[in-house]
């Protein structure tokens, strides 16, 4: 499965341009993280991808089919193949575990199942087989209101999975958890993401555990992509474009402190050149152009 998406832009009615023109593509069963200081368009990403925000312009293609030019129909098949596990967990408070495990299989029943929620014996048994992989397997007939935040994450993890995507698309998976709590989820997508063999995009902020799990690092800067690579070769002076849209090393601007450069509550601060909207930044710092289709 790869995920290719080529020029992306959205400008939202308020007339803020949140992705200036983003490339990204992730296949096989990387994990890629995509981190950046809050307002980069990290979130406005994820949603463009499965449209639950429309893009302005640029495409999204999923295995070869471009996902902004589908109908209804086409956009709901193709929505089958998305897991989506969000910040906030969107579980459905007064259901049990297992029923808002199965709302993941919703794609799959006719509207009438779906209505009486009465899915299949298979989906059930995948259910249970996932909620046991998550390590909820005793919590099937728990109301999510009565779990912890770690939980209620593992059963948003549990229902996309169910789902059987061919890539996974998670916002801030542990923004709301505690430092073990966000290294278990953490472990456990990056874990799904081999055994299933698919591609998993994650937003987060925290760089640490983004370099941590991640195989692949995507700085977003005020709607630009400003570096690309694995997260050896995020650099100081990487981590403050990221997160300070600082000037490129080339101009001799100061050494990040990397101390800034990595809480998370830094915002984008104005002025200060960034990398043109096709530059990322190379291994040694510098800015290089992307490289076209086809070549290495
Ligand atoms: N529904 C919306 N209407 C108008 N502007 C929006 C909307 N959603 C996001 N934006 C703007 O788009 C920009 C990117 O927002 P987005 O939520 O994608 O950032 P983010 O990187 O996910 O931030 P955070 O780390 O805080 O989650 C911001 O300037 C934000 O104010
Ligand atoms: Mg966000």
Redesign the pocket.
């Known amino acids: 499965m790869t995920l290719d998406v080529t020029g992306l832009r959205?400008v939202?009615?308020?007339g803020?341009e949140?992705?200036k023109g983003v490339d990204v593509s992730v296949g096989g069963s990387e994990t890629t993280a995509m981190i950046?200081?809050?307002?980069?368009?990290?979130?406005?990403?994820i949603?463009c991808i499965n449209r639950l925000?429309e893009p302005t312009e640029g495409s999204i293609e999923l295995d070869g089919t471009d996902l902004t030019g589908l109908d209804d129909d086409g956009l709901r098949e193709a929505r089958r193949d998305i897991g989506m596990i969000f910040?906030e967990y969107n579980l459905v408070e007064r259901l049990t575990v297992m029923e808002n495990v199965l709302t993941g299989r919703l794609g799959y029943v006719s509207g009438w199942q779906a209505f009486r929620r009465s899915f299949p014996p298979d989906d059930v048994e995948r259910a249970y087989e996932i909620l046991e992989r998550v390590g909820l397997g005793e919590m099937e007939d728990k109301r999510v209101d009565e779990l912890s935040g770690g939980q209620r994450q593992r059963v948003g993890i549990a229902r996309a999975v169910v789902q059987q995507p061919t890539i996974l698309l998670v916002?801030?998976p542990t923004s709301s958890l505690d430092p073990e709590t966000s290294n278990t989820v953490m472990r456990l997508l990056t874990e799904i993401a081999a055994e299933r063999e698919i591609p998993v995009l994650i937003?987060i902020?925290e760089v640490d555990l983004a370099t941590e799990y991640a195989d692949r690092i995507v700085g977003?800067h005020d709607?630009e992509v400003v570096f690309d690579g694995p997260p050896d070769d995020l650099h100081d002076g990487a981590l403050d474009r990221v997160y300070r849209g600082g000037d490129p090393p080339e101009s001799d601007a100061p050494p990040a402190d990397e101390t800034a450069a990595s809480d998370s509550s830094v915002g984008s601060e104005p002025g200060g050149e960034r990398a043109s909207a096709d530059g990322v930044v190379s291994p040694d710092g510098g800015t290089t152009d992307r490289p076209g289709p086809g070549e290495p």
Not at 36 to 45: E, H, I, L, V, Y
């Open positions: 959205k939202y009615p308020t803020d949140a992705l950046g200081p809050s307002g980069a368009g990290k979130s406005t990403f949603r925000t910040q916002d801030e937003n902020h977003l709607g």
